[in-house]
């Protein structure tokens, strides 16, 4: 009797990335928006070390590259009630505002959060907050720069802290916001571009 055997590693891997492709179409309804494959190659893992590694873009050429997340937050009755002007007034002060900071703020310190993230002499940091309908907050940050490696990473944290300081700052009105989606909506330079990034509010 022959016993069955789990498929390697390799198999397993190329599977899920299969199935994340698919996952990846669905939810954007069936059509493709990257302009090349992904990659089944971990950049900032050293195969032949299996450690973790930043990658080396010294042989890159420098280019415009650019970049828009977003972060989308549900806000209970209790806080978007308090909707005013543009803004939220909370007990510690305008919430839209100080999100917009600390987004900024952020952005530009992408680097030392995240261990393999290059430094970059940011030009551009602009966060955009509005109620989209009257619980669901979007959160849009967008970065730019001319530099060898992309400012993804840059939004993406941009948009995630502007998120959490909206949190923060309606803790004492509510706990019941909720942090629901985080995703990269365009980049532009390097290798490919994906999304639309004239129409971030979309």
């Not at 004492?172 to 909720?178: D, G, K, R, T, W």
Request: with cysteine; aromatic share 2%; charged share 20%.
């Amino acid at each position: 009797t022959r016993l069955a055997v789990w498929p390697p590693a390799r198999v397993l891997f190329q599977a899920s990335i299969t199935m994340r492709r698919s996952a990846v179409a669905a939810m954007r309804g069936g059509s493709q928006r990257l302009a090349r494959p992904l990659s089944t190659k971990l950049s900032h893992v050293d195969p032949s070390r299996n450690q973790p590694t930043m990658v080396d873009v010294g042989h890159k050429n420098v280019t415009r590259r650019t970049a828009v997340a977003r972060s989308e937050m549900h806000l209970p009755d209790a806080v978007a009630s308090q909707l005013q002007n543009g803004d939220i007034r909370s007990p510690k002060g305008p919430v839209f505002t100080t999100a917009i900071i600390a987004g900024v703020m952020a952005a530009k310190k992408t680097s030392e959060l995240i261990p393999f993230c290059h430094p970059l002499p940011l030009d551009k940091v602009d966060v955009h907050i509005r109620l989209d309908s009257p619980n669901r907050l979007l959160i849009d940050c967008t970065v730019a720069c001319s530099h060898k490696t992309g400012v993804e990473m840059e939004a993406l944290t941009g948009a995630s802290i502007a998120a959490l300081c909206v949190y923060d700052m309606c803790k004492a009105l509510s706990h019941e916001m909720v942090v629901a989606d985080t995703r990269l909506v365009s980049k532009t330079g390097g290798k490919s571009d994906i999304g639309t990034p004239s129409s971030p509010a979309n």
